[in-house]
């Protein structure tokens, strides 16, 4: 048994000291960024913050709407392959969605056989397991980039930079990282495993870019803020679960609680998500996700600005007249405390 003595953060734990600057204004702020893929070698260009590949909010229809601000989706893996190789044959070209899948080999086939029949419009695939430690999975990933040497891959989720650096190798453009942050993930108390996200971020990022790889902070948003910290450490690109959940655009349950409208959201791993898609939680594995009841909160448009709007505002701050620079402009501050709850928490 060994123990590492040095103190490992999360959003919580720190604060963007502010810095001199000669922007007058938000509207000044370019919040996309473009990059160049490592292995497949395509060009992205965007706002680079991602729908989950969650049930209720990796849909076709946040796809559409996040389209609209130039922000991508990764789709959930549950829909079914007509529906799929429709919607990629409808994609704009300009538009980044990504295909999700597992690593089983119903998944590869799967896979395939859209890949084959949308074509090109495949272009950015997400192989996502909630253990990217294992060497099934890194066998998986370099077989696929062996097969597609053009798709552009994002591939987690792991929350070191060894691994970081091991799975660029193999064949990821972008790592996702996050092990145990996410809102309806019980992955830390359930075993004990995990990892704080803004550490995670900084360790991961710093390995990926020696490499000329991405990475992907997946996981512990709760608020605008919590975006411009991940940027602040060197994502390249965010994930979102929650803060776009229980919008129109989920498709998830509405359920009528004590006068208000609630929507259903639930961990993909969760009892909710097994029950839907598996038959229930096969005996040799504990649930490590679980289910809430949300406020509805009506179209993703206006929740999209209040995000862009914060993260605009933090280059502001710290003089980044792009997105790209706030990593390089980001000093974290350690604090105790950070937010006057007088009034509640929101
Ligand atoms: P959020 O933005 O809601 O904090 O986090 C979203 C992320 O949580 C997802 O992208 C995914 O990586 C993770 N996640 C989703 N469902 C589950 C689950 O059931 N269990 C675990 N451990 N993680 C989950």
Redesign the pocket.
Known sequence: MRIEEELKLDFQDVLIRPKRSTLTSRSEVDISREFAFRHSGRSYRGVPIIA???DTVGTFEMARALGQFQMATALHKHYGEAELVDFFRALPPAATVFYSMGITREDYEKFCRVKQLAGDAVAHVCV?V?NGYTKSFIDFLQRLREKHPQITLMAG?VVTGEMAEELILDGADIV?V??????????RKMTGIGYPQLSAIIECADAAHGLGGLICA?????SPGDLAKAFGGGADFV?????L?GHDECMGEVAEQDGGRKVRF?????RA?MDKHAGGVANYRA????EVLLDYRGPVEATVQEILGGVRSACTYVGAHKLRELSKRTTFIRVARQLNEVFGQS
């Open positions: 989950a590949n969650m996502d909630a989720n996702k996050g092990i145990g942050p996410g809102s309806v993930c019980t992955t997946d996981g512990g948003c709760t994930m979102l679960g929650g803060m959940a639930y961990g993909m791993s969760s998500a649930s490590e996700g679980k």
